[in-house]
């Protein structure tokens, strides 16, 4: 399900790959992250994903007024996770916002493991 902004000049549609993408390089761009990972793949361990196909990584929810985005990442060692996660919300709240042209609601940043730089 697409994000379809209607305003005068007529309808703009943004797809979910487009926003999974925001999302996916603005936490990859945050202190503390070493990559995404896979919410799919439990059984065998946190994996490093790599490529452009953000959606194995991000889950949205799309009502009519907001987003919620999760985002499931790979931490780096020796850095603090809560401050990590904290920076990693408020920088998608905003980036991911301004972006989009729609409100970000909730983020939920799940670490799904730890990787040495």
């Given at each position: 399900?697409?994000?379809?902004?209607?305003?005068?000049?007529?309808?703009?549609?943004?797809?979910?790959?487009?926003?999974?993408?925001?999302?996916?390089?603005?936490?990859?761009?945050?202190?503390?992250?070493?990559?995404?990972?896979?919410?799919?793949?439990?059984?065998?361990?946190?994996?490093?994903?790599?490529?452009?196909?953000?959606?194995?990584?991000?889950?949205?929810?799309?009502?009519?007024?907001?987003?919620?985005?999760?985002?499931?990442?790979?931490?780096?060692?020796?850095?603090?996770?809560q401050s990590v996660g904290d920076n990693a919300i408020e920088e998608v709240k905003k980036k991911v916002g301004d972006i989009v042209g729609v409100k970000v609601g909730e983020v939920g940043i799940f670490?799904?493991?730890?990787?040495?730089?």
């Amino acid at each position: 399900m697409a994000v379809r902004i209607v305003n005068k000049m007529g309808v703009i549609s943004i797809e979910n790959e487009i926003i999974e993408a925001a999302a996916a390089i603005t936490v990859l761009d945050c202190y503390g992250i070493a990559g995404l990972a896979s919410k799919r793949d439990k059984k065998n361990g946190s994996v490093i994903l790599y490529g452009d196909d953000y959606s194995q990584a991000i889950g949205l929810k799309i009502s009519e007024k907001t987003l919620s985005i999760d985002v499931h990442v790979i931490a780096e060692y020796g850095a603090n996770i809560q401050s990590v996660g904290d920076n990693a919300i408020e920088e998608v709240k905003k980036k991911v916002g301004d972006i989009v042209g729609v409100k970000v609601g909730e983020v939920g940043i799940f670490v799904e493991g730890v990787a040495m730089s």
